[in-house]
């Protein structure tokens, strides 16, 4: 496939970032700069983005939270980086890059008429990329669960037992479970967002396997409970909120692909898809680990009770939850 300039310099910011060193406060500086519109610091905001997605998802928490404190500004609450986290910003440089295959399926992805994909397709297509990745990646993620604050032990624990409609259909009115229950009946939605039995996943690792798995089967549960709506930018907010929450792989790479679609198609977008990255960034940083909590014994709870139980705040944006479907439909 043959590539623009533009994206030749895209790929080459994204194999580059970090070579050299970099520290918190260079990620900073680079999202203080990209949110008052440089926009070659717009691009390695993406770069970096895309970075952590498909090279080195280790630093996934050091790259976002330097970055998100220097976009938000005044407005940033995230908790300091475990030191474990941010050693991964002086091991940029260990890592394989990927080559021309995953290049070539990036792009696809981004020219293709995204809005006119399901949601389905769009959540299959994005976790294709890893088949693309080096064989040393996965390893990486596995390490980079293993080691993550919020994943709850992943790697040893079992995978849960599959949820059924007559267990959510049997709680009260007004409960998380009767609510979720509503919500797949009236959608004709599906239980769990991809199938847990497919030969991709049950090939991960224990801790990868065990996320991928309990992260398909909340999804739904979680858009609820953290207060993300079903829309374009805060499906994007919750993939930055699982990141920061799990570092949830397939989180990474929706959210690197949402980062650089708009500085290829429609950059006046970035801004917007970018503050909600950085916002859900720091609502996933500062809500108490949803990994933690046995989600199975809240079902007969209200949304409202369990939040004040555990300390959960919904999501709040500076934009509409809506805002690209208002512009898509008076276009």
């Known amino acids: 496939m043959k590539r623009t300039a533009e994206q030749q310099a895209f790929e080459q910011l994204t194999r580059q970032f970090g070579k050299g060193g970099i520290t918190s406060a260079d ?17 390695e905001v993406a770069a970096a983005i895309a970075h952590i997605a498909f090279v080195n998802p280790g630093a996934s928490m050091a790259v976002l939270d330097g970055l998100a404190r220097g976009w938000l500004g005044e407005a940033a609450a995230i908790p300091a980086t475990p030191a474990a986290q941010a050693l991964m910003l002086s091991r940029l440089d ?12 990036f792009w696809a992805f981004l020219s293709s ?6 949601g389905e397709e769009v959540t299959e297509r994005i976790a294709a990329f890893a088949s693309s990745l080096p064989a040393s990646f996965t390893a990486r993620a596995e390490e980079a ?12 624990r079992p995978i849960p037992e599959k949820i059924t409609l007559e267990t959510l259909g049997q ?8 609510d979720i229950y509503r919500l797949i009946v009236d959608n004709d939605f599906h239980l769990e967002v991809l199938d847990r039995d497919d030969a991709t996943i049950n090939a991960m690792p224990p801790a990868l396997r065990y996320l991928n798995v309990r992260i398909l089967q909340m999804h739904d549960v979680w858009h609820m409970m953290a207060g993300y709506r079903t829309t374009m930018l805060q499906e994007v907010g919750i993939s930055a909120f699982s990141l920061a929450q799990f570092d949830h792989n397939y989180s990474a790479m929706l959210i690197a692909t949402a980062a650089a679609s708009p500085l290829f198609n429609v950059p006046e977008a970035f801004p917007v898809v970018m503050q909600v990255i950085m916002e859900a960034w720091q609502h996933g940083r500062t809500t108490p680990f949803f990994m933690e909590i046995e989600w199975e014994n809240e079902w007969h709870r ?4 369990i939040r004040a139980h555990h300390g959960i705040k919904a999501f709040e ?3 509409p939850a809506d805002l690209f479907e208002q512009l898509r439909d008076a276009a």
Not at 27 to 43: N, R
Not at 145 to 156: D, E, R, V
């Open 27 to 43: 990620l900073e500086t680079l999202g203080q700069s990209a949110k008052a519109g440089d926009s070659a610091a717009m691009q």
């Open 94 to 105: 260990e890592a394989d890059r990927p080559g021309t295959a995953f290049w070539d399926a």
């Open 113 to 118: 008429r995204e809005e006119n994909m399901s």
């Open 145 to 156: 669960a293993i080691a993550h604050p919020g994943t709850a032990n992943a790697a040893t």
């Open 171 to 178: 709680q009260p009115e007004g409960s998380l479970g009767h």
């Open 302 to 305: 209200s949304i409202a009770d």
């Open 317 to 319: 944006s500076i934009y």
